[in-house]
């Protein structure tokens, strides 16, 4: 009999795949939240542990047959202990879907409904899973104004639906964190729980400032590192392990496996998050996915792994500095890590043109809001990019030069286009030689760093 072959079983689905597939090698993917996970990582995804339950945990499960979806779950775990140095008296789970199910599951594990959490306001950095709500225009009010965001009506988030959800911004001079500002807030309103992390700060958080702030009100501090988790996995940046309640981050980004999340806390709170994760959120664990979680963390114990994470940083600082040099300005001057925020106002082309006419460029973007962001998500003031996909290639500080030049090209061929209406502004990009030239460009330099696809 002849194997089964996608080609020939679902062709549909197969030019779609290939389709993505040159996509990924003929462009530069520069989102900060993505990366190219190695083929032993997807081979270990697309594996037979996908077709087993798992309900429970290693050695106490609810299905039988699971010796070997132990031995994977097990393998998973210590290997998350050793790379980030997880300190004896803290559990690890392995089986939270994502990131946001792994910071649900942490406010079900250690709060009731309704107590207040206090992230970081979503516009400037924060995250949907950190209790985000809006306030629409006609209800914007003098409570949201400063350093606290006190919430809108419109709960958009979950969390922000069963929690009373209280954000802190950053300072406006600088877009920084200012600690002090934070601390007044937290005693002001005695949240139970305070979160760091996000999707768009570009600097290190000082962890042990955070604890401190949130000792001095009794709540839990959770440290969601989603973003730099392979950053701090190989000691580039600061960790917060051992000194937050708990750490949260998904592994597909900085830290290179497949998507999924790893939630790490000292074993009394780890018990009830397990509890909340199995059975309060979840049924069985996706076991190929932890498969290829697996398989990243080994990656990520190599040495190599390092140098990786190094490069990555070097990158995003060599494209911030690049970029400003082209008058590009860039949010709190540069980065610590692998992002990089640039705010697009003195440009006049905003985040949704410029990240649209790069992607016919060959340089996948995208658009985002900013500190004291006055315009609509929907096309805000600022663009994310980000080094994690284009280091896996093998991009170095010579390359970011180049992309950085032809990203200023692209904004010097969209300025006089800033008045057009989207669709006529994408038909000229489209029809654009001079981006269809940097496409080309952009090709040549993909070829040179394949892909292992
Ligand atoms: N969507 C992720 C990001 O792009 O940063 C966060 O969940």
Redesign the pocket.
Known sequence: MNKPNLQKQDSELFDILKSEEKKQQEKLSM?P?ENFASKAVREAVGSVFMNKYSEGYPDARYYEGNYHIDELEKLAISRAKELFKVPSDWGVNVQALS?SPANLAVYLGLLEPGDKIMGMYLPDGG?LSHGWSYSPKSERNEENDGFLYAGGSRKVNVTSKFFKAIQYKTNPDNQLFDYEEIEKIALQEKPKLIITGG?AYPREIDYRKMKAIADKVGAYYLADI??EAGLIAAGVNESPVGIADVVTFTTHKTLRCNRGAIILAQNDLMKKINRAVFPGLQGGPHNHSIAGISVGLKEALEPEFKRYAEQIVLNAQTLAQELSLYDFEIVTGGTDKHLVLINLTNKGVFGKKFARALDHAGIITNMNTMPQESRSPADPSALRIGTPWITTRGMKEKEMKQIAEWMNQVMEEITGWSEDDFEVFEEKAMKSERISAIAQSVMELCDNFPLDI
């Open positions: 989102i939240s990131g995250h999707t989603a973003h």
